[in-house]
């Protein structure tokens, strides 16, 4: 009895967070300095424009049918990791400074799993994006065969298991009862965790870049042997393209958290407070990746851009009632078919130029419908 007695007297679940901070030797500050306000209304103004931004890039996903594509549902599920992660930074920046001291130990692990839980999502969402390139463009194709079913069953598979990560911490794997092992970055995470967590995510990074160059490289090697018929050159082109926008995705994604890792690596493996100096540095890169999507969409994909500026002239009533979109040209499908960009915007000339005119009228609904 006296040994079981002893054994939950290790544990510090009654402690403040204070108490683990002290600990860890993690300064926390007990009054707003102006850093502080600096931080906080910086964070905060990023965190609205991830939000919004990833909102647009969902909307135009599902507001276009050319998009409609399993390739894009697990882009448009990517940018929801990020407007979770928005989200998740913006809780953050109302639970940091010297609100942090307020917090119970469950909203502490509440905060923290929010932002593991973003991160999560998204090495998962890259890696299914990673096989469903990998099915498809070894047989050169621009979209798999996979069914809308299938789609929603991996993306709902995949919050469930990011879901659960980001929960681990909570159910468990800390240091309250062993204050020995707690991280200085995250002074409630056992470092072991951290260890773990971090090697996961650098070795699924790895895997991804493995992955995709290989492909890339598959890609390049395959369309030096493509004949030069226009059909063919046109899907050559599309396949390439829409392949160079998600290795930037990766890139970016790899480049953006990386860094944080490995410092979470060193957290769990050392004791040095360097680790401490630099972490807001690295926190804010990671933040500012789930900016980076909808940035790199625009810039790579012309119909994601143009998706873009129709949804923005919809907000505006002048812009909605111009009914300029007959006129918007989409490259996707014009390429799988191997039509001329001008076929399309010759209407009645040919014998199907009227039903080209209507069915780019049909990709895009008008701002003017309800």
């Not at 998740?88 to 917090?103: D, E, I, S, V």
């Not at 070894?138 to 990011?162: C, D, E, P, Y």
């Not at 812009?319 to 499908?333: D, K, M, S, Y």
Request: include cysteine.
């Amino acid at each position: 009895m006296a040994a079981v007695t002893a054994a939950k007297q290790t544990c510090y679940y009654n402690e403040s967070i204070l108490f683990f901070y002290n600990n860890s030797r993690k300064p926390v500050s007990d009054t707003w300095r102006t850093q502080d306000y600096i931080v906080v209304s910086l964070g905060l103004t990023v965190c609205i424009f991830i939000i919004l931004a990833n909102i647009l890039v969902m909307t135009a996903i599902f507001v276009n049918r050319r998009f409609h594509y399993p390739i894009y549902y697990l882009l448009g599920n990517l940018a929801a990791a990020d407007l979770f992660a928005g989200l998740a930074y913006m809780h953050l920046m109302f639970h940091t400074g010297p609100w942090t001291q307020k917090l119970t130990i469950y909203q502490w692990f509440i905060r923290q799993g929010l932002i593991d839980t973003s991160l999560t999502a998204s090495v998962i969402n890259l890696m299914a994006i990673a096989l469903e390139r990998h099915q498809t463009i070894f047989t050169m194709q621009l979209h798999s065969k996979m069914t809308n079913q299938r789609v929603l069953l991996l993306i709902l598979g995949i919050w469930v298991v990011a879901t659960v990560m980001g929960l681990v911490p909570t159910m468990g794997w800390n240091c309250v009862c062993n204050l020995k092992k707690c991280s200085m970055m995250a002074p409630l995470y056992h470092k072991d965790y951290l260890v773990f967590w971090a090697v996961l995510n650098l070795v699924s990074f790895t895997i991804m870049v493995v992955v995709y160059t290989r492909i890339f490289m598959y890609v390049r090697h395959k369309s030096q042997r493509m004949s030069q018929h226009t059909t063919q050159v046109k899907h050559r082109e599309t396949v390439v393209s829409l392949m160079r926008t998600v290795f930037v995705i990766l890139g970016c994604f790899v480049i953006c958290w990386t860094p944080g890792l490995v410092l979470l690596l060193l957290d769990g493996v050392t004791d040095d407070t360097f680790v401490l100096r630099v972490e807001k540095y690295f926190l804010v890169l990671a933040e500012m990746n789930s900016l980076m999507n909808p940035i790199i969409y625009s810039y790579r994909d012309q119909d994601m851009r143009r998706t873009f500026k129709r949804i923005l002239c919809c907000l505006c009533p002048r812009a909605g009632q111009r009914g300029e979109h007959a006129g918007v040209h989409f490259n996707t499908l014009d390429q799988e078919a191997g039509r001329k960009p001008e076929d399309d915007q010759i209407p009645m000339t040919q014998p199907n130029g009227t039903q080209l005119v209507l069915r780019e009228a049909e990709d895009l609904q008008d701002c003017t419908e309800t």
